[in-house]
């Protein structure tokens, strides 16, 4: 029994040896790949159906995005609120996402439900009507929506800031107009249905507490699709060639939304995994430098962070906040402030440990159940990657130096390497 009066010992995070759970692999009979995550407590399940119909696809823009969005909205056997009702009476949660690759189809339900869920999937997958009074609706209330979110500094600088780093051509930096909304038509979104879903490929993710038939459950619905190869096509980089923008975009706006970003390697890349640790100490998280200056000392913003960009065929490395009008310039300088103290001196061991642990925590709580532990196995396996990269960022994180965080940072935080975005 333990002693409930001694306080236990006060281990860092930066010690903890943390181990990923290996998933489940089994190949379906059309070549389709399951990878299974069996583990939790709770009788619950998460299956996700990846295909590669990202907006990379698509040959005329929303296509893609529209495509997945319809395709819970009817079918040749039920419409869309049949479709909805069918899923909530068995207390279960669809869901599905366009990316820029990918596009999935997500369900969450009770493990004990499976078998009476699957074969709607099916349908949707199969069976897609994509009905012309649901595209009129979809139409109508994204041109409205937008039109609300273009009255927002952060919403703008978000578009602006991907479309001068990548090209406004490119499947990273293209963006959405009402005008592009009005021409779609079902017969674009019936094409490319059938292209990348009926004939496309998929891969399935699948977590939770798994029933002992999964592979037969899988196979009955699923192992008899097409499952055609599908090249992932990319464009050519059409980046801004000025890169100092001062938008305004309301005159009678109290604030600004700032974005300073910069081109940045993909995950294969050597230094990727070391600039994770220099971005957390940079802007990564509540005790960054940027925070502590630009937030605590100067108050200027109520928040501000830094991140690399998840994409799988180049990045960017983003810097973020919104601030007051008036402070906006006062903020772009404190953050080369930061640049710069990164560049010119060491960080001392004391922060470097904090930052380490924070890193570490957060892996932890990556690996707190099924869920999150298939999401980082569909990372790794989406970009190409193996589970070495996984134990190579713990080591990365325990082990990289202040030499070498100051040699990243006189490689990658040079402000001429920079877009510097304002919108007011």
Known sequence: M????????????????????????????????????????EEVMLTEWVFFAGNTQEEKNLVAATTNFLLRNGTTKRTAFQINEHFEYYGAYLN?????????????????HIDELLPVVKELITESTMPSEELAIYQQNMKQRLKVNLKKSDFVAGRLIDAYLYGEKHPYGKYSSAEEFDALERDQLLSFYSQYYQQGKLILFVAGKLPAHLDTLMNRFF?????????????????????KIRITNDAAGVQGSIRIARPFPNRHHPDFLKVQV?????GGFFGSRLMSNIREDKGYTYGIHSYLQNHIQHSAWMVSTEA??????????EV????????????EEEELLLVRNYMMGGILGDLDGPFQIIARWKNIILNGLT??????????????????????????LQPEDFYELVVV
Do not use: W
């Open 2 to 41: 333990p002693d409930r009066k001694q306080a236990p010992a006060i281990v860092d995070a930066v010690n903890f040896k943390l181990n990923l759970k290996p998933y489940q692999h089994f190949v379906l009979d059309n070549g389709v790949e399951v990878y299974a995550v069996d583990a939790g407590a």
């Open 96 to 112: 599905r996402s366009c990316y820029n690759e990918t596009a999935t189809i997500t369900l969450h339900c009770l493990t004990k």
């Open 223 to 243: 192992g008899d699709l097409p499952n055609n190869p599908v090249e992932v096509k990319y464009p050519a980089l059409h980046p801004a060639t000025d890169k």
């Open 278 to 282: 220099l971005n957390a100490l940079f």
């Open 324 to 333: 007051g009008k008036d402070v906006c310039e006062a903020a772009i300088t």
């Open 336 to 347: 080369y402030k930061e640049m710069k103290d990164l560049r010119e001196e060491l960080v």
């Open 387 to 412: 589970e070495q990269y996984f134990y190579d960022s713990i080591n990365t994180i325990k082990t990289i130096s202040a030499e070498e965080l100051q040699g990243l940072a006189q490689k990658y």
